[in-house]
């Protein structure tokens, strides 16, 4: 079977930095993806690792170590707007099918 | 970039009722796509693989004559939820991948509600 660990909830304020860490035991892995997704809405696509290393975009950046099943999503200089939850998801060697971790809910305050 | 366009939004309709749902690629055509089930506050759960031209394969504990999937094209798959039950309103979402499937992007989700 498969499984993704992640937090359930983080709390911070504006400007400061977030990471948030997953671990994943998978038969079988491609890659890692993270999604974004607002209260009512549909999963964005934020960045995806098939590499060991950092992947860096804009305010966000993944990092994936495949031999320690682990990576973190770091969300920079963080706003108001980047509350919501994020979500890891591992995609297997076979079928391109996405299995998600159970989602960091992100509270940025003030 | 690559676009997942899925119709309806919402549906609010009564129990007993068949709902239609459909999911296109606008700018890439997707021999696979992905329908996912979520419930609040909770994650995304895969409940099928829609395969172009051949039959879904469905997760384990998903019910394919409850959720019929129709991949008739390469842009174009429906999920119809027959016999809709309050049991069966949750947000439902579809996903299409670009090259090499990766990385996926989702439709808007549809908000299906039973009464």
């Known amino acids: 079977g498969q499984s993704l660990e992640q937090p359930s909830e983080v709390t911070a304020v504006e400007g400061a930095i977030v990471q948030i860490n997953c671990t994943y035991q998978t038969s079988g892995f491609y890659g890692l993806s993270w999604y974004q997704q607002h209260d009512g809405g549909a999963p964005t696509f934020l960045s995806y690792?098939?590499?060991?290393g950092l992947e860096e975009t804009g305010r966000f950046s993944s990092f994936l170590s495949r031999s320690d099943s682990y990576g973190y999503l770091l969300l920079q200089e963080l706003q108001m707007k980047d509350s919501a939850s994020y979500f890891c998801?591992?995609?297997?060697?076979?079928?391109?099918?996405?299995?998600f971790g159970g989602g960091t809910r992100v509270l940025v305050k003030p | 970039g690559a676009v997942v366009s899925q119709h309806p939004s919402r549906v609010i309709c009564k129990s007993g009722t068949s709902v239609k749902i459909e999911c296109r690629s606008l700018d890439f055509q997707a021999t696979t796509m992905f329908w996912y089930r979520q419930f609040p506050k909770q994650s995304l759960m895969l409940m099928a693989t829609s395969n172009e031209g051949s039959k879904a394969t469905y997760e384990q504990g998903v019910e394919k004559d409850k959720f019929l999937i129709n991949h008739a094209s390469l842009t174009l798959s429906t999920l119809t939820v027959t016999s809709a039950h309050p049991e069966d309103s949750s947000f439902y979402i579809c996903?299409?991948?670009?090259?090499?499937?990766?990385?996926?992007?989702f439709g808007d989700g549809t908000r299906l509600s039973i009464l």
């Open positions: 996903s299409a991948g670009g090259p090499d499937n990766q990385p996926q992007h």
């Open positions: 998801a591992v995609i297997k060697a076979a079928g391109n099918k996405l299995t």
């Open positions: 690792n098939a590499l060991d």
